[in-house]
């Protein structure tokens, strides 16, 4: 096989696996889109906030240690224990659950019925809200985070020795594919089944949809919206989770990914806001698209760093000839 | 062609100013409106009646070229209308209100119709930036236009007052003062007294009439009340399922068997 | 008692239209204007023009741009920190190909050439609406950066990647560099924020303002009553821009001297303009001086609270800072979605009546 085709067909898989780590956070975009019509701009910042919890969990610190110091004097850092993975994650995930009822209670309860502009503009400030409370309770410098079942039993990391070998016993070239990404595909692969089980299958995911397609007619049936929306910022918290942790162990747990997080709104705008496979398949495409260019045409003509803005471009192009996504419904208009 | 009548109450209607010849729209599958051809002279009220889902809207819809038929052709002022945006109908002077109140609920009254006078407001961005001179001229010419229309409709009071914040009745008012703000040759008005009450109607009617009368607007409407339509309007056109049944004076179209049988039903045998 | 309109009656409909039409109103602009123009500069230093007046002026100029966009025509950008980086680049290109000309020609043709760019990103606002708008416009965001980065020609092929105001004056007075006056940088931007602040004002009291509101409120109704929606939305990108690229060129030129891309014309910059024009009021000339003032004064007050007086460190007031800023946006938006501007009318209609509020 030629040198640069098989470049190119590295580059094409890695850009199908960053692909899936956008799609897990667009997953959190539609799935409150969907319930809500909020576009949630915060949920990049949920899952650093995600992240830097479990971190903080594990490793046993005293939350808000820093800003209890300043005030007070004390010289408090760590509670001195170390948390299992698991019951860490069981943890996080009820600190998640309370920040969707805090979210909805607090913001969104007194907002209904505003324009969607409004909700967006108001989840901007929830974005920096939260990022301003992540910081405060856990600090804000680079954090490494590891999940492990036991000891030795840890997230991958590295390189895939295995494929490596076949493919370069098989086409004389060995395909660099990292472990956690494959691990990561796997885990997506399971959250969106499970997901769309949940959505069919379960009374509450078909109250979920009831909501999803007219708000009043499913009060009307006796649907709890209140507890619909908890139970759906709840879901976008575990998914954030999910996605905190691929990401996290991936480059570590800092500010930067929520901004990473940011490149999940070029893949809904391509997928439409309101398909889980729309999701799914917009990331792929942004994941290979912005990792062929950045190859074939950033870095050897244009100076390089193209993925910083290659997927916003293909969204608004795409967005100028087809405005509702790959899957989103037509718009008809009407007066 | 007749060139000029006069009504029983003295009113002179002209020539026909528009046109409509075997319009056919489609939505998808759906023919929301089937080869219809219709005519709207100068100075008249036409009416256009029918059941729910008759596709009365939607013809407004073309008239006012927010729906781009796929077959027939609009003839406007004599001449063929080419398919054209919806704002440049009305700059050509055709005019409408609503169904659902379509008023700007963020702008006071007087800002909602002196809207109304954009098409005839033509000062560049650079004189309005300076505003003293051209732009402060024009505003103030176009202004008292409109503060015509506002006296006109009895609206005064409530110039200054936030849309957001009248009650439907006046809101269906203020729609009808953008409306003529524009000073428009043909006047749509889209059921302009659903959802009022007797008193309303009255009122709304003596402005339709009023509208008509002093300014010699033609104007086409749409009305669910049957009185309100018979007592209004010159001529009616009757629509069912998208077919034109009836055509004609009130008079007319009340003895007509097909629109009979479409507000009663027919015994299907 | 204080507050009256009462025998203040306008007889002409010019009378009616003008800005002030309460004379109290009028006259408290009238004051206000000559405080900032006689008074201020005999008693500006540093310290005081630095860290609030210069940036407060110049980020009141971004303001007013951004409300003109979103608040009077309803479409949300976040690439403002994009714009203002190409007013910076702009102006730098000018300032050093044409030394001889004049900083008033170089920061209006920086708005010139920023108005051309915006309204390049404006053109797909015909198809894309409400917050599919808003993300596209971060593709202008991250490629504007991305391209003075990346491009050594705008930059003037720099060693560091950095664009430095070189020295240039006015009427013989220096107004950038580091060899400037408080008085003569203060002045230069309090002109542009006066013109800025009274172009706009004439433009969305006008035909203009009605267009742009038209299609803010329900841009199927404008379009049927004769709004050409591209052209208005067009007009709102090009106007909008121009501010913002004229903000961004005094930022640049004036306020900072010295700049890279990434850190000064940022996302973070982009979200910054548009708090302020939430907190301070949508749809609202003063909100935005309002808004600007409030986020300018903001952290220097956390500064001097949480740092000087308390004692914190600085990274725990500046991630304070964040959660302040976050809540107030989603206080703001529940509960005065107009703002401070809206605040203030609530207090002079409360003064009008007082002290018999029935």
Not at chain 1, 66 to 81: E, P, R, S, V, Y
Not at chain 3, 195 to 224: F, H, P, Y
């Amino acid at each position: 096989m030629p040198e640069q085709l098989a470049f190119t067909i590295e580059v094409f898989l890695n850009g199908l696996m960053a692909g899936v780590l956008y799609a897990l956070v667009a997953l959190g975009f539609v799935l409150i889109y969907k319930a809500s019509g909020i576009f949630n701009y915060a949920q990049g910042v949920m899952a650093l906030f995600a992240a830097m919890t479990l971190v903080g969990i594990q490793n046993g610190q005293v939350p808000f240690s820093h800003l209890i110091n300043a005030i007070f004097g004390t010289d408090i850092h760590k509670f001195g224990w170390h948390v299992h993975s698991f019951l860490a994650i069981a943890l996080t995930v009820l600190v998640m659950i309370v920040l969707a009822i805090a979210v909805q209670r607090f913001v969104f309860r007194h907002l209904v019925g505003q324009e969607p502009i409004i909700l967006f503009m108001a989840t901007i400030g929830l974005a920096f809200f939260l990022e301003g409370v992540a910081d405060l309770m856990w600090g804000s410098e680079l954090k490494t985070l590891n999940v492990c079942a036991a000891e030795g039993a840890c997230l991958p990391q590295g390189l895939n020795l295995w494929i490596d070998e076949t493919t370069f016993n098989a086409f004389g070239y060995g395909f660099f594919i990292d472990n956690l990404d494959i691990v990561a595909s796997v885990v997506a692969a399971i959250l969106v089944i499970g997901l769309v089980m949940f959505a069919q299958y379960t009374k509450q995911g078909r109250a979920m949809r009831a909501v999803a397609d007219d708000h009043q007619a499913a009060l009307s049936v006796g649907v709890s919206l209140n507890f619909i929306w908890i139970l759906v910022w709840s879901l976008a918290g575990f998914v954030a989770l999910v996605a905190g942790i691929m990401w996290g162990a991936k480059s570590g747990v800092q500010f930067s990914l929520s901004l990473i997080a940011l490149k999940a709104l070029p893949v809904l705008m391509l997928g439409g806001f309101t398909s889980i496979p729309g999701a799914i398949v917009g990331g792929l495409i942004i994941g290979v698209g912005e990792k062929l260019f950045e190859f074939l045409i950033g870095a050897p003509f244009l100076g390089g760093a193209t993925e910083n803005w290659f997927a916003y471009m293909l969204a608004l192009l795409f967005l100028v000839f087809r405005p509702q996504g790959l899957f989103g419904e037509k718009i008809i208009e009407r007066v | 062609m007749l060139d000029q009548t006069v009504t029983a109450d003295g009113r002179t209607i002209g020539g026909v100013v528009m046109e409509m010849k075997n319009i056919t729209l489609r939505f998808g599958g759906v023919e929301a409106i089937k080869n219809i051809s219709f005519d709207i002279r100068e100075g008249e009220i036409r009416a256009i009646i029918g059941p729910n889902g008759a596709g009365k809207s939607s013809m407004l819809n073309v008239i006012s070229g927010f729906y781009i038929p796929q077959e027939g052709e609009v003839w406007y002022k004599g001449s063929r209308r080419p398919p054209m945006k919806p704002y440049q109908v009305a700059q050509q002077g055709i005019a409408r209100t609503f169904q659902n109140i379509a008023l700007f609920e963020g702008m006071s009254v007087l800002d909602n119709v002196m809207t109304g006078r954009l098409t005839h407001m033509k000062t560049g961005l650079f004189a309005q930036s300076l505003w003293k001179g051209k732009a402060e001229a024009e505003e103030i010419a176009n202004r008292e236009v409109a503060e015509k229309i506002i006296d006109f409709l009895e609206i005064q009071a409530i110039r200054k007052t936030p849309v957001a914040r009248l009650p439907y009745g006046l809101k269906k008012r203020v729609e009808l003062a953008r409306a003529l703000a524009a000073e428009p040759s043909i006047l749509l008005l889209d059921e302009p007294m659903a959802g009022m009450n007797v008193e309303e109607k009255e009122d709304m009617s003596r402005f339709v009439l009023d509208v008509n009368d002093e300014f010699g607007t033609t104007i086409a409407l749409i009305e669910h009340d049957m009185g309100v339509v018979m007592d209004l309007s010159d001529r009616v056109v009757v629509m069912d399922y998208g077919k034109k049944i009836g055509d004609g004076t009130p008079d007319e179209v009340r003895n007509n068997q097909d629109v009979i049988d479409a507000y009663l039903g027919v015994a299907h045998d | 008692m204080f507050y009256r309109e009462a025998g203040d009656f306008s007889s002409t409909y010019a009378e009616d239209q003008q800005t002030f039409p309460i004379r109290f109103d009028r006259y408290r602009y009238y004051v206000v204007l000559f405080i900032a123009i006689v008074v201020v500069p005999f008693i500006i230093n540093d310290y005081w023009a630095n860290s609030l007046l210069v940036p407060f002026l110049i980020y009141a100029i971004a303001a007013i741009g951004l409300n003109i966009l979103v608040g009077y025509c309803g479409q949300v950008s976040l690439g403002t920190g994009g714009f203002m980086a190409v007013g910076a680049y702009a102006c730098y290109k000018l300032m050093t190909a044409m030394p001889e000309v004049s900083m008033f020609i170089h920061v209006i043709l920086a708005g010139v050439i920023t108005a051309a760019v915006g309204v390049l990103f404006g053109l797909p606002s015909l198809r894309i609406k409400g917050f599919y708008l808003a993300v596209a416009t971060l593709a202008a965001q991250f490629f504007l950066v991305w391209l003075f980065n990346r491009v050594p020609w705008f930059y003037n092929y720099s060693a560091s990647g950095q664009i430095n105001a070189p020295e240039r004056d006015t009427f013989g007075i220096l107004i950038t560099g580091p060899n400037t006056e408080a008085w003569a940088t203060y002045l230069f931007c309090l002109i542009f924020t006066i013109a800025s602040a009274v172009v706009a004002r004439n433009l969305t009291r006008g035909a203009s303002g009605r267009k742009w509101m038209a299609i803010r409120d329900m841009d199927i109704a404008a379009e049927i009553i004769g709004v050409n929606p591209l052209r208005a939305k067009l007009t709102a990108f090009a106007v909008s821009s121009f501010f913002i690229g004229i903000s961004g060129a005094l930022f640049f030129a004036i306020y900072l001297g010295a700049v890279e891309v990434g850190e000064a014309f940022g996302i973070t910059k982009s979200f910054l303009v548009l708090f302020m024009i939430i907190i301070g009021g949508l749809g609202s000339i003063f909100g935005s001086f309002a808004g600007a003032a409030f986020l300018v004064l903001l952290p220097v007050v956390l500064k001097v609270v949480g740092v000087d007086w308390l004692g914190w460190p600085t990274d725990i007031v500046a991630h304070l800072q964040l959660v302040i800023v976050g809540g107030l946006i989603i206080v703001f938006l529940i509960a005065e979605p107009h703002g401070i501007a809206q605040l203030w009318r609530v207090a002079k209609e409360k003064l009008r009546l007082w002290p018999f509020p029935h």
